[in-house]
Structure formats: structure tokens, C-alpha cells
């Protein structure tokens, strides 16, 4: 059992949107409630429940782990829980479930829920019967309504459905932040340096990336521990590089010119904030013609980002 009685916000909260955020700050006030000792608490779980139910159609994940682990305490969130999702688990009872591991195991006083969650086995317990099995169990149970914006409920597939069509200031707007890319900086083909555009290429934590194009970007430079210690705007490229590569050679390169630096950043974590999307990928005829555009891409992103408040150093 934890330490502290909880409150406790549970979902699977991929990408920590606006709506997983409410969740986390309706615990908090829970835990304000039970008094002196409570803390706030968020449990997710990892893999996504559909990579057990249905691999195949598993969606790509917004964000990573680590990351939604961070975002989670920065919403608010105390304590930040970690439940393996396995065949075992999603076949527990959802009566099970909630008498053994959340009150039982994690020392749960207040779970707060969002209006669509199911949870153990065929997904049987629903809102409805969690308030039921609370009552039982001196459980105090809060489901949170839809929370919308611009009359949008928040969702992980709509973030997912925005950030894949390249619509990255909708995204934004549920996720309540930037859109980002977080990865290590590794060695790329060296194109970038050769034709006088240096870039930084990255391997993303996460599995979702925007719809192929350029964006104008905030690139933060990040510490060991994740800190934030140096930012630029930057110019980025998702795709395949089509001057250089042939349509059939596959794969996606993320890979973002930092205006303004110069220096080394191999080995290095960067988190790109992508904030607009400049224009499509396209094949040029020539080297030359491809620079010119590039150097067009920069200024663009220059004009676009010199116009918006930088958050954070």
C-alpha cells in the first residue's frame, strides 16, 4: 500500500492533453480534501492497452513515457504511478481491480475518472459501476465531463488525427503546449553541412510525428535531467529527403537547422516545439534550387517566431 492516502486521477493519458490535465486538478483538490498527509496522485499504464487487445491498430504514441511522467507532475500530479498493462491485467474483474490494487495495493482514498473510462475485464466496469464499488468500499469516486475547446472535446485520437494531417496549431490547442519531438541528435548523411544548412537530426522517444513538411520550430536544447538550457527557432524537415533519396528508399528523417547556433550537438537531447507548418515536402530539380527554398524556410521561420513570446529560456 502507498505511504499516503490518495487521490488518485486514472487513465491512460497519452499525451497529457488539456483534458488528462483537468483530471490531475480535480485530484489535487480531492487531496486538499482529505486533509493533512494526502497527496495527489496519477496512475497510467504502459503499453497502451491496445497493444494487448489489438497491436495491429495500436496508435502511435504522442508522447513517451519518461515524457508523460514528467507532464503528469507538472500538471500537478505528486505521485505518478506506473501500472505494467499485461493479458493478466486486463483480465482481472473490474470489482478486483478495484478493491486489490487501487484501494488495496495503492492505498487509494479518491480516484477521479474521465466520462469514458473502462477498465477490467471485456472492459466491463464502467463510471457507473466504479461509483457503485466506491460506496462499497469507502471509495470517493469523481468522473470528470468532456473537456472542450473551441468546441472540441480533448481527446487522445483527435490530437493524434491533427498532428498526423500537419494541423499542429489544433493539436496545440488540446494539448494546451506545442506539439513536440523529443529525441538524441545523431549522425546524419551530412547533406545538411555540405550544401552551408547544417542540421541537427534527431531519433524521436515517441512514435507520432507530424505529416511530412516543414515547420517553424522552437528547439530546446535539454541537460541530462531533462532541463531546458538553451532555445532556438528553428527550421525543421520531417520526411524522406525526395532531391536526394528515390521515392522507394523509405524512412523518416526528422532533422531541424537551429538558427543562430553553431557548434556541436551529437549526443545531445533536443525537444522541438512545432509550432507551424511552413509548407509540403517536395522534390527539387537542383541542389541549388533546394537551398534557395531552404534559405526561404528559414526566414519564414524567423518572421513567424519573432512574433510569438519565447516560454522558458
Not at 487531496?31 to 494487448?52: D, M, N, Q, S
Not at 474521465?114 to 459501476?129: C, I, V, Y
Request: with cysteine; charged share 20%; net charge neutral.
Amino acid at each position: 500500500m502507498n505511504a499516503k492516502p490518495l487521490a488518485l486521477a486514472v487513465g491512460t493519458f497519452d499525451g497529457v492533453h488539456l483534458g488528462h490535465q483537468e483530471l490531475v486538478r480535480v485530484a489535487r483538490a480531492r487531496a486538499v480534501e482529505l486533509g493533512a498527509g494526502a497527496a495527489a496522485g496519477a496512475l497510467t499504464f504502459h503499453p497502451h492497452p491496445a497493444r494487448i487487445f489489438a497491436p495491429a491498430l495500436a496508435p502511435p504514441l504522442i508522447v513517451s513515457l519518461e515524457r508523460r511522467l514528467e507532464l503528469l507532475r507538472a500538471a500537478g500530479a505528486e505521485v505518478a504511478l506506473v501500472e505494467p498493462f499485461t493479458p493478466a491485467l486486463a483480465a482481472v474483474e473490474p470489482e478486483d481491480f478495484v478493491r486489490e490494487v487501487l484501494v488495496g495495493r495503492l492505498g487509494a482514498r479518491e480516484v477521479v475518472v474521465g466520462w469514458d473510462f473502462s477498465f477490467g475485464h471485456a472492459r466491463r466496469g464502467t463510471p457507473a459501476l466504479l461509483r457503485e464499488l466506491g460506496a462499497t468500499l469507502g471509495l470517493g469516486v469523481t468522473v470528470v465531463p468532456p473537456v472542450t475547446v473551441g468546441g472540441l472535446v480533448c481527446s487522445s485520437t483527435k490530437v493524434r488525427e491533427f498532428v498526423l494531417e500537419g494541423r499542429v496549431e489544433g493539436a496545440a490547442l488540446l494539448l494546451g503546449r506545442p506539439v513536440e519531438i523529443d529525441g538524441a541528435v545523431v549522425r546524419g548523411a551530412g547533406r545538411g553541412h555540405r550544401i552551408g544548412v547544417p542540421t541537427a537530426n534527431l531519433t524521436p522517444d515517441a512514435e507520432l510525428l507530424p505529416k511530412g513538411g516543414v515547420y517553424a520550430t522552437r528547439a530546446r536544447v535539454l541537460d541530462a535531467q531533462g532541463g531546458v538550457v538553451a532555445t532556438y527557432a528553428a527550421a525543421l524537415n520531417v520526411g524522406s529527403n525526395p532531391t536526394f533519396a528515390p521515392a522507394s528508399a523509405g524512412g523518416v528523417t526528422v532533422e531541424a537547422h537551429l538558427l543562430g547556433f553553431s557548434g556541436d550537438l551529437y549526443g545531445r537531447r533536443l525537444r522541438l516545439e512545432v509550432l507551424h507548418r511552413l509548407r509540403d515536402e517536395r522534390r527539387f530539380e537542383s541542389v541549388d534550387a533546394l537551398v534557395a527554398q531552404i534559405r526561404a524556410d528559414i526566414e519564414a521561420t524567423r518572421a513567424r517566431l519573432e512574433a510569438e513570446p519565447v516560454r522558458g529560456p
